[in-house]
């Protein structure tokens, strides 16, 4: 998978994992609110949390 689609896909990930406006997120910090979220955050608040 290319590094944008892959990039995509996590952004798609975010979006269905109810992080709101993660156009302007990386790659790490998706994964980081993705795993964040998985682990019981609040979207949002896991959000704030992986762009510091």
């Known amino acids: 998978m290319g590094n944008r689609e892959q990039l995509h896909e996590l952004r798609q990930q975010a ?28 979207p949002q608040m896991a959000k704030r949390e992986a762009k510091r």
Not at 32 to 42: H, I, P, S, W
């Open 15 to 42: 979006h269905n994992a109810g992080i709101e406006g993660n156009s302007k997120m990386t790659e790490d910090q998706l994964r980081d609110a993705l795993r964040r979220v998985g682990k019981g955050t609040e």
